[in-house]
């Protein structure tokens, strides 16, 4: 089982999602979240990059894009 942290709009929710062999992005893709307003992703606090494989028992934080001025 994955847990996965979602914080990229105005409301931060958690979802679990069944293990598979995938990347970040796949999941991502998965889970409804477009690549573009991902700006970071934490597996167990590690920074990860999208293609990165994940493995079981895990915890993803999927963080936005950051702007401002």
């Given at each position: 089982?994955?847990?996965?942290?979602?914080?990229?709009?105005?409301?931060?929710?958690?979802?679990?999602?069944?293990?598979?062999?995938?990347?970040?992005?796949?999941?991502?893709?998965?889970?409804?979240?477009?690549?573009?307003?991902?700006g970071?992703?934490?597996?167990?606090?590690?920074?990860?990059?999208?293609?990165?494989?994940?493995?079981?028992n895990?915890?993803?934080?999927?963080?936005?894009?950051?702007?401002?001025?």
């Amino acid at each position: 089982m994955i847990k996965v942290i979602i914080a990229v709009d105005e409301n931060q929710r958690t979802v679990q999602a069944d293990y598979k062999d995938m990347t970040i992005l796949e999941l991502a893709e998965e889970l409804g979240i477009q690549k573009y307003i991902i700006g970071a992703v934490l597996v167990d606090g590690v920074p990860k990059k999208l293609h990165e494989k994940i493995n079981d028992n895990t915890e993803v934080y999927v963080l936005p894009v950051l702007s401002g001025g």
